[in-house]
T-cell receptor, first 116, second 112 residues
Framework: NAGVTQTPKFQVLKTGQSMTLQCAQD?????MSWYRQDPGMGLRLIHY???????DQGEVPNGYNVSRSTTEDFPLRLLSAAPSQTSVYFC???????????????FGAGSRLTVL | QQPVQSPQAVILREGEDAVINCSSS?????VHWYRQKHGEAPVFLMI?????EQKGHDKISASFNEKKQQSSLYLTASQLSYSGTYFC?????????????FGKGTKLSVIP
């Protein structure tokens, strides 16, 4: 089982460039989320999706766009990269089988982004 | 509102015990605990629900105090493999697991 797959693992961008971080899961999970992790800040929610075609903003959505055209894929787009977006990005997915709020998050391995 | 974790860091010798706390200013529905080793993804440890239901690993225990809006993770007889950063993630009423708010983490180092 692949679980949650993120690509690329590492990326260096120049300020103003755009790029897409890819996230795919093969567990048929309805819920998917993007988090960013900065030193000493923990994991902060960027955007999330509760199913194909449905997305919403998290705590730190500015500068990021998402879409969910299929259950499997949830890409994160940076339209005009800024140095403040230098971070490690984690994609996570969870199923719907348990009590609401009690479904285990499965994280991808992370994508380390540096914006110069 | 980000939950507050304490302590920020702790160093243990093998075999010693540790407690990590997670406090929220908002009423909690569920608390998740994850461990992250350096350069890796967070890995699930435990979920505690309002009302007392739990699910997680046999060797790790946790508590959920609904009155204090606080959860504690208990690590007993620590092993070298317990080293890592521990995060609590909180879900509030009406929020799903896809909306967890994580604390800043507690770095645990176990030394021989």
């Amino acid at each position: 089982n692949a679980g949650v797959t993120q690509t690329p693992k590492f990326q260096v961008l120049k300020t103003g460039q755009s790029m897409t971080l890819q996230c795919a899961q093969d567990m048929n999970h309805e819920y998917m989320s993007w988090y960013r992790q900065d030193p000493g800040m923990g994991l902060r929610l960027i955007h999330y999706s509760v199913g194909a075609g449905i997305t919403d903003q998290g705590e730190v959505p500015n500068g990021y766009n998402v879409s969910r055209s299929t259950t499997e894929d949830f890409p994160l787009r940076l339209l005009s990269a800024a140095p403040s977006q230098t971070s490690v990005y984690f994609c996570a997915s969870s199923g719907t089988g348990g009590a609401y709020g009690a479904n285990v998050l499965t994280f991808g391995a992370g994508s380390r982004l540096t914006v110069l | 509102q980000q939950p507050v974790q304490s302590p920020q860091a702790v160093i243990l010798r093998e075999g010693e015990d540790a407690v990590i706390n997670c406090s929220s200013s908002k009423a909690l529905y569920s608390v998740h605990w994850y461990r992250q080793k350096h350069g890796e993804a967070p890995v699930f440890l435990m979920i505690l629900l309002k009302g007392g239901e739990q699910k997680g690993h046999d060797k790790i225990s946790a508590s959920f105090n609904e009155k204090k809006q606080q959860s504690s993770l208990y690590l007993t007889a620590s092993q070298l493999s317990y080293s890592g950063t521990y995060f609590c993630g909180t879900a509030y009423s009406g929020a799903g697991s896809y909306q967890l708010t994580f604390g800043k983490g507690t770095k645990l180092s176990v030394i021989p």
